[in-house]
């Protein structure tokens, strides 16, 4: 990797409400080669146990390809010709969260996924919009969309699944003043009715 000095660590908060007992929306947060750290979030479409096991899965792929050194790019890739490949009409979303532990940079590659918000001190900013899923097709128009962004001043990257994501997401996000990505989760999961498996992930960076 980059020899670069580890500057920063990451806080990463989850609050997940499911449908059915069984969440069909999968998270992880770990390091990849270093200076590099990951977090993924995964959202099974539909509920219940396929989509868990579904997005279970995936999560689990990611992780692996991801700690191995393999780039984004190409780990979504192997993930979108398994899916193609298995051809069961079942799709997983996909938020992958590349941190650069030395810059405090990240990449937010999407793919299907529900829009993210990055806030700093003044603004709330919307990221993404709703593109098919991995596993849908090939080609220029079946690729993750790509995001780079900055944690390095404080910032509070929030990933939601697609149960999570409201009308007034953006209002509560902007409205909050606290700066604990734990606190912010909770809000976002609080008021929502379970019509479908939520998860809101709160990541920030904090210098060493």
């Known amino acids: 990797g980059s020899g670069g000095r580890i500057r920063y660590q990451v806080s990463v908060s989850v609050r997940s409400r499911g449908k059915h007992p069984i969440d069909g929306d999968r998270c992880a947060a770990f390091p990849g080669p270093a200076p590099r750290f990951y977090v993924l979030l995964c ?3 539909g509920t219940g146990e396929g989509a868990s096991r579904l997005s279970a899965e995936t999560v689990r792929l990611l992780e692996r390809l991801l700690r191995s050194g393999l780039a984004p790019e190409a780990a979504l890739k192997i993930l979108n010709g398994m899916e193609l490949l298995r051809g069961t009409g079942c799709f997983t979303t996909v938020d992958l969260l590349r941190i650069d ?3 405090g940079d990240a990449t937010l590659y999407k793919w299907g996924a529900a829009p ?3 806030r700093d001190d003044e603004t709330v900013k919307k990221i993404g919009t709703a593109t098919p899923p991995p596993g849908v097709g090939v080609g220029g128009d079946h690729l993750p969309e790509r995001y780079a962004l900055s944690l390095k001043w404080g910032e509070m990257l929030v990933l939601v699944s697609d149960g999570a994501g409201r ?3 953006e209002e509560l996000i902007a409205a909050f003043r606290g700066q604990s990505p734990r606190e912010l989760a909770a809000l976002l ?3 929502v009715p379970a019509e479908d498996d939520m998860t809101a992930v709160c990541v920030s960076l904090h210098p060493r």
């Open 167 to 169: 009308e007034d997401t």
């Open 189 to 191: 999961i609080a008021g």
């Open 43 to 45: 959202d099974g479409m």
């Open 101 to 103: 532990l030395c810059g």
């Open 116 to 118: 993210s918000y990055l």
